[in-house]
């Protein structure tokens, strides 16, 4: 009786069939997300045909926020993967360029498996760097992955449903937002750095 109780009032749905205005809040922070995205070229992301198609709708159906739910687990999931494939890149990048510069090892003669003690004590270095850094890194983005969905089950009505998914995508609305901040910060200091070239060779004709 209990888990049917439960079951019910996750997927009742409200007298009312129109929409609240979460559910629009939620579309509207959604297509922001996306938008930066795009803008950003993550590596993942929603694509842009999502945001028309977002199921923000009460019950258990395909257009329910359930489904919403499952896709930005999904997404979660995919940037933890993501950040792991790129830092363990980096390190390979490292580990081919010392087998093949440093050892003379060719590309087509490089070993499928190497141990740790026959790194140098640099490369012994960055691994045990690489793990710190996986760890200290990914762990954030698995605990946001299983706190969502635990939050969102807490949750105890499709209101407060919307609310909390909604607080996840500004949160990583936020974060891509910094992640541009300072991307265009890069860029100024660039230009500057060209425009203060340019007025020392200026000088130096003069």
Known sequence: PGGRDIYSQLTSSPSSSSSIPEESNLRSSFSELVELQHELNEDVRFTRASVETLSVSPGSGEESLWTTVRLWQSYSEQRLVARQNELQKEFQDKLLKYLTKEKGVKEEEL????????????????????????????????????????????????????????????????????????????????????????????????
């Open 111 to 206: 070993p499928s498996a190497i141990g740790f003690r026959d790194l140098s004590p640099a490369l012994q270095k960055e691994v045990q760097e690489l793990q710190n850094r996986m760890s200290i890194g990914l762990q954030p983005l698995i605990l946001e992955s299983t706190l969502t969905m635990q939050k969102i089950l807490e949750a105890p009505d499709h209101k407060e449903r919307l609310e909390l998914l909604r607080y996840f995508v500004d949160a990583e609305k936020g974060r891509l937002a910094a992640k541009k901040i300072l991307s265009g910060m890069f860029k100024s200091g660039g230009e500057v750095e060209e425009e203060e070239e340019e007025d020392d060779e200026e000088e130096d004709n003069a």
